[in-house]
């Protein structure tokens, strides 16, 4: 059971200052659109920014109720694995909720640090499907070092074949996606 989080707080600007990032429309769409063609379990967008919460609120009624849902059936059906919550405690009481065990979190970052977790041992274990995983996306410049520090895993990074490795938070959740749960 995997469960995704798109973190907007506490994540890093590239001073490495704390900050609370923007939402991107971009990041909503193509994330969840990812989560559903793999098959996540769900997919949660986390601010504690009332008007950033609202704006996301805003985009997913649009494709699940308004024009959007006439014009695009497929998006409506993505956006419909979409939650809004102000903070990550919140999303680990959803999921306790809906599953009846506390998630295992898995930090994500581009940066080469002493990852514990590689993307075959993930995906074993959630083949098992024994207990929910929460996999932590960050915006902005990365996941806070207090974040990744708390969580019970560190992904390895996405290595790419050149010194580059910037990728886009939505580029990086469809390429984790497919490794843990796309066809071998």
């Known amino acids: 059971m995997l469960y995704l989080a798109l973190i907007h707080y506490p994540v890093k600007n590239r001073n490495n200052e704390i900050i609370a990032s923007a939402v991107t429309n971009l990041d909503i769409h193509d994330i969840a659109r990812a ?4 098959g996540a379990e769900a997919f949660f967008v986390v601010s ?3 008007d950033q919460r609202a704006l996301v609120s805003k985009i997913i009624r649009h494709w699940e109720t308004g024009a959007g849902a006439v014009y695009n059936r497929d998006r409506k059906e993505a956006l419909a694995t979409v939650t809004v919550r ?11 909720n809906q599953t009846g065990k506390a998630p295992l979190l898995v930090a994500t970052t ?5 990852a514990n977790l590689s993307f075959e041992d993930f995906r074993r274990r959630l083949l098992k499907k024994d207990r929910p995983w929460l996999l932590l996306l960050g915006t902005g410049w990365g996941l806070s ?9 560190l992904l390895e990074p ?3 074949n050149t010194g580059y490795n910037h990728l886009s938070v939505r ?3 469809s390429v984790i996606l497919d490794r843990l749960l796309g066809r071998s």
Do not use: Q
């Open 48 to 50: 504690p920014l009332e």
């Open 171 to 173: 580029s990086a959740a």
């Open 145 to 153: 070092d207090e974040l990744i520090g708390s969580s019970d895993f």
């Open 158 to 160: 996405i290595r790419g």
């Open 86 to 96: 102000p903070g990550l405690k919140d999303v680990l009481n959803d999921i306790r």
């Open 110 to 114: 581009a940066a080469e640090a002493m």
């Open 35 to 38: 989560a559903k063609t793999y």
